[in-house]
């Protein structure tokens, strides 16, 4: 059993709820316990799991949130940062399950954060579990 930390970027409330749930029920089914914290955005998740990882408390991450694209250049830079972080993250042997939803709407995110639906949130949490076993296969 492990223990994960999953990583919300609260933003859309009930987005968020469905996309925790999703993990939530992954992570339990596996038999694996969590905690959840709470960050003001996607571009502090990188940090969030930086900081835990470097604590020993957790095995692995599940990063949770939803990004749906404005009238902007920031939709991108949000998109694309919170993605390289968390990738960075990984290159030094962090096992992550990006579930950070870039959306061009609503109704793109409600489909894939619902458990019912797409499960992102419970995919995020399968990946994170899948790169923590693949690590300890490799001895890490």
Do not use: C, W
């Amino acid at each position: 059993m492990a223990k994960f930390l999953i990583v919300e970027a609260r933003f859309y409330d009930h987005l968020n709820d469905l996309l925790i749930e999703g993990a939530k029920a992954a992570l339990d089914e596996a038999g694996h316990k969590y905690d959840v914290v709470t960050v003001p955005g996607a571009l502090e998740i990188p940090g969030a799991i930086a900081l835990a990882a470097e604590s020993g408390r957790y095995d692995g991450f599940v990063a949770i949130g939803v990004v749906i694209r404005g009238e902007t250049y920031h939709f991108e830079v949000v998109s694309n940062e919170s993605a390289r972080g968390l990738m960075a993250l990984s290159m030094d042997a962090i096992a992550i399950g990006n579930g950070i939803l870039t959306v061009e709407n609503e109704a793109q995110a409600l489909t894939r954060a619902k458990p019912t639906e797409k499960d992102k949130g419970g995919e995020a949490a399968k990946a994170a579990i899948a790169m923590l076993a693949l690590r300890e296969r490799f001895g890490m």
